[in-house]
């Protein structure tokens, strides 16, 4: 396997882009990669997009060669990626193992998704799922695994807030953030409860936008004037789904970071940032553990003690995370590496972690029989 | 059942899905939750699957009737309508059936909505989740409290 390396990162501010297109917002974050890079379109020679519901909501199809050929990208190998909230994660891989197989050696990878709704509306990601027709809401599976998690390790509420007043905190140092506005754990309490325990403040919002990297071979990386940044590792894995499970965690989580950090040859405590899918409150507090960031149980405690803050000892989501920055669907799992590129190269403006040298991107997505569907761990490595 | 003008039953109802339990029944008739169990593992599947995931063909899956007593695994209480109509605040949440060793996905009725709790024994009722666009009841199942 050949290794590869990130040479381009860009995205458009994560938020509410009504009057703007599909295709114009990936037309922007590609843009921003490619000159970000200092490559030609035309040196491209594949090109991966993640997207998740544009046939739902837009009914939209073929999202990446509309995207690319925005930037004049046309005729290549050309992928649309589906898996959810790791659409964008996947294509990630994709594009990846295209360079590390010895196929190509410089592509795009895209991320794009428009889930803005009409106010109060909830993402209705379609009825093929017997639950969801019985009133599943991706709210509620939360609410779920919350109080499971409560009740097992005593989790307190105000420990789950935190979370998102510190992603509100990072969101307001980061231009890209949809918010840039900062809460109080009473704040984020007092909001109105979407599906007990977790609240307004407590999940991430609808939102468009887009984000795009360009990869390539070291030979090609090697001659290029850019800061280049290496993949360490690529994992995606699926769901058990085992039907009596312990939804305190996800095991799916657990054998995607396992196999990250045995690629990449090393642990958790040599990780020096993190971005996860803190779609929830509760979410980021089980990633901690998943991770191996803190012991089982004791992700409460982590988030309450500061160290997952950006002066942490393990800052978590600088960018702000899904619930400041923003979740539009097939664009997070990009956006996420984008953010970590920046902040290896030392380009995180008020949010940079103070010389980081190894970053984890995690993202999951979808439902599936009380489990999640696909589960991404990359490892970014500033060599 | 309703008749219209030229005496012609009109079905007022659909199921949420076919094949999930039987429906109608008769008063005296209990509810049950229509699933399969493969006879090598054992293993039961609600919905019913038509290959065991575990033993693949040498499985072979055999129609059961689920218990209808539960004992709540996790519950919440959702504050908005559900994009597919089922209108807040509701209760839904996973049922342990502790005679099928099974666990299912079921809306929580019968009660406050808040008032429900983990643990808590609970039975399978039959009843309308809904009323679709055109005003026919959608048929589904839920879990009310034990009295």
């Given at each position: 396997?050949?290794?590869?390396?990130?040479?381009?990162?860009?995205?458009?501010?994560?938020?509410?882009?009504?009057?703007?297109?599909?295709?114009?917002?990936?037309?922007?974050?590609?843009?921003?990669?490619?000159?970000?890079?200092?490559?030609?379109?035309?040196?491209?020679?594949?090109?991966?997009?993640?997207?998740?519901?544009?046939?739902?909501?837009?009914?939209?199809?073929?999202?990446?060669?509309?995207?690319?050929?925005?930037?004049?990208?046309?005729?290549?190998?050309?992928?649309?990626?589906?898996?959810?909230?790791?659409?964008?994660?996947?294509?990630?891989?994709?594009?990846?193992?295209?360079?590390?197989?010895?196929?190509?050696?410089?592509?795009?990878?895209?991320?794009?998704?428009?889930?803005?709704?009409?106010?109060?509306?909830?993402?209705?990601?379609?009825?093929?799922e017997l639950e969801t027709?019985l009133?599943d809401?991706?709210?509620g599976q939360?609410?779920l695994i919350?109080q499971k998690?409560?009740?097992r390790?005593?989790?307190?509420?105000?420990?789950?807030?935190?979370?998102?007043?510190?992603?509100?905190?990072?969101?307001?140092?980061?231009?890209?953030?949809?918010?840039?506005?900062?809460?109080?754990?009473?704040?984020?309490?007092?909001?109105?409860?979407?599906?007990?325990?977790?609240?307004?403040?407590?999940?991430?919002?609808?939102?468009?936008?887009?984000?795009?990297?360009?990869?390539?071979?070291?030979?090609?990386?090697?001659?290029?004037?850019?800061?280049?940044?290496?993949?360490?590792?690529?994992?995606?894995t699926s769901g058990t789904y085992s039907n009596q499970r312990d939804i305190t965690g996800w095991e799916i989580e657990k054998r995607?970071?396992?196999?990250?950090?045995?690629?990449?040859?090393?642990?958790?405590?040599?990780?020096?940032?993190?971005?996860?899918?803190?779609?929830?409150?509760?979410?980021?507090?089980?990633?901690?553990?998943?991770?191996?960031?803190?012991?089982?149980?004791?992700?409460?405690?982590?988030?309450?003690?500061?160290?997952?803050?950006?002066?942490?000892?393990?800052?978590?989501?600088?960018?702000?995370?899904?619930?400041?920055?923003?979740?539009?669907?097939?664009?997070?799992?990009?956006?996420?590496?984008?953010?970590?590129?920046?902040?290896?190269?030392?380009?995180?403006?008020?949010?940079?972690?103070?010389?980081?040298?190894?970053?984890?991107?995690?993202?999951?997505?979808g439902y599936k029989e009380g489990d999640t569907r696909?589960?991404?761990?990359?490892?970014?490595?500033?060599? | 059942?309703?008749?219209?003008?030229?005496?012609?039953?009109?079905?007022?109802?659909?199921?949420?899905e076919?094949g999930l339990f039987?429906?109608?029944?008769?008063?005296?008739?209990?509810?049950a939750l229509l699933a399969n169990r493969c006879t090598k593992c054992g293993k039961t599947f609600f919905p019913k699957r038509s290959l065991c995931p575990y033993c693949f063909?040498?499985g072979e899956m055999k129609e059961i009737r689920l218990d209808r007593r539960g004992v709540i695994y996790a519950c919440?209480?959702?504050?908005?309508?559900?994009?597919?109509?089922?209108?807040?605040?509701?209760?839904y949440g996973y049922v342990d059936i502790p005679v099928n060793k099974v666990r299912v996905f079921g809306l929580?009725?019968?009660?406050?909505?808040?008032?429900?709790?983990p643990g808590?024994?609970v039975?399978l009722?039959?009843?309308?989740?809904?009323?679709?666009?055109?005003?026919?009841?959608?048929?589904?199942y839920?879990f009310?409290?034990?009295?």
């Open positions: 396997m050949r290794e590869v390396f990130i040479v381009g990162a860009g995205m458009t501010q994560f938020g509410k882009h009504t009057d703007r297109s599909l295709r114009d917002l990936g037309r922007e974050a590609c843009l921003n990669a490619l000159r970000d890079a200092g490559v030609k379109p035309k040196k491209i020679e594949a090109g991966y997009c993640g997207n998740a519901l544009a046939p739902a909501i837009q009914g939209e199809t073929g999202v990446g060669q509309n995207v690319f050929w925005e930037v004049g990208i046309n005729e290549i190998p050309i992928v649309n990626v589906e898996n959810a909230c790791a659409s964008g994660s996947t294509a990630l891989r994709e594009g990846w193992m295209a360079i590390a197989s010895g196929f190509y050696d410089m592509v795009i990878v895209a991320g794009v998704e428009k889930t803005v709704m009409p106010k109060g509306a909830m993402l209705d990601v379609g009825a093929a027709k009133g809401v991706f709210p939360f609410a919350a998690h409560m009740e390790y005593g989790t307190t509420r105000e420990q789950m807030a935190k979370v998102s007043v510190k992603n509100h905190f990072n969101g307001t140092l980061n231009p890209y953030a949809q918010f840039q506005k900062q809460f109080t754990v009473e704040e984020v309490l007092n909001s109105p409860v979407v599906a007990d325990p977790l609240t307004l403040f407590s999940c991430c919002p609808n939102s468009d936008g887009a984000a795009a990297l360009i990869l390539c071979s070291k030979k090609k990386a090697q001659r290029m004037k850019v800061r280049a940044v290496r993949i360490a590792a690529s994992i995606l995607a970071a396992e196999g990250a950090y045995q690629m990449a040859s090393l642990g958790p405590k040599d990780v020096d940032l993190v971005e996860v899918h803190d779609a929830f409150t509760i979410s980021e507090i089980i990633h901690y553990e998943d991770l191996g960031l803190c012991a089982p149980g004791e992700g409460g405690r982590f988030v309450e003690e500061g160290a997952t803050e950006l002066s942490g000892r393990i800052p978590v989501n600088p960018s702000g995370g899904l619930l400041a920055k923003g979740h539009p669907v097939g664009a997070s799992g990009v956006a996420q590496v984008v953010e970590i590129v920046w902040q290896l190269r030392g380009e995180a403006g008020k949010r940079q972690v103070k010389n980081p040298r190894v970053g984890l991107a995690q993202i999951m997505g696909a589960c991404t761990v990359h490892i970014l490595i500033k060599d | 059942m309703e008749k219209n003008s030229l005496n012609e039953t009109i079905q007022t109802w659909s199921l949420v076919e039987e429906y109608p029944i008769a008063d005296n008739q209990v509810p063909e040498k919440t209480v959702v504050h908005r309508n559900s994009p597919t109509g089922i209108v807040a605040p509701y209760a929580f009725v019968g009660s406050d909505p808040s008032s429900f709790t808590q024994e039975q009722v039959i009843e309308p989740i809904k009323i679709d666009h055109q005003g026919k009841q959608i048929i589904g839920k009310k409290p034990v009295s």
